[in-house]
């Protein structure tokens, strides 16, 4: 866009003379019969339509560019829903915020009661390691294996695909240890 710009001002520079000389004769006549106007004139338009077809490249330029990234972004977006299905009760936006945030795995917070009913949030050590999930009501069920978020290297759908495993298999445990707790203990 340089040589438009220089191409633009050359025109602006032209213009603002021939409106400066207009200004101080402003006698129509004399001033049409002026070949060096008319040269300058024919000039201003040559250089106006160079400058036009200049931004019309760079703007379909960057058009294309916006367009590829934009598809490049629902790309990603698309593979990583379809890596981890829950991501699709969440909005653009709100993917974007997680995958944003990488590196901290524990803003993936705010969006866990999207993605998965009933639970409020998980329980993270300071090493980023999941020992529990805390249900909406409060009740806390610890993981039989935790969820380590630093081996998934960023990769917020592979470690929270661990967490669902890890739920299934929580609940799975605290049903089992329910149904033998109930046949051993009196009932009044």
């Keep these: 866009m340089p040589e438009e710009g220089d191409k633009f001002r050359t025109v602006d520079d032209m213009w603002r003379t021939m409106m400066h000389a207009t200004h101080d004769a402003p006698a129509a006549i004399p001033i049409a019969r002026e070949k060096e106007r008319v040269a300058a004139l024919v000039e201003c338009n ?23 990234t934009a598809f490049t972004m629902w790309s990603l977006l698309s593979s990583t829903r379809l890596f981890f299905p829950r991501f699709f009760f969440l909005s653009n936006d ?10 901290d795995p524990t803003r993936v917070q705010p969006h866990l009661k999207k993605c998965f009913e009933g639970i409020a949030n998980l329980d993270f050590d300071d090493n980023l390691v ?29 470690w929270l695909v661990e967490v669902e495993e890890r739920m299934f298999q929580a609940i799975h445990d605290v049903t ?10 009196p009932r009044h």
């Design 46 to 68: 040559q250089l106006l339509e160079e400058v036009q077809k200049g931004l019309a490249a760079y703007l379909e330029k960057k058009s294309l560019t916006f367009t590829f």
């Design 94 to 103: 709100e993917m974007l915020e997680i995958l944003s945030e990488t590196k």
């Design 130 to 158: 999941i020992r529990a999930m805390n249900s909406v009501e409060k009740e806390r069920v610890p993981f039989k294996v935790p969820v380590d978020t630093n081996k998934a290297r960023g990769a917020v759908e592979k």
């Design 176 to 185: 089992a240890r329910s149904i033998l707790d109930y046949a051993a203990k």
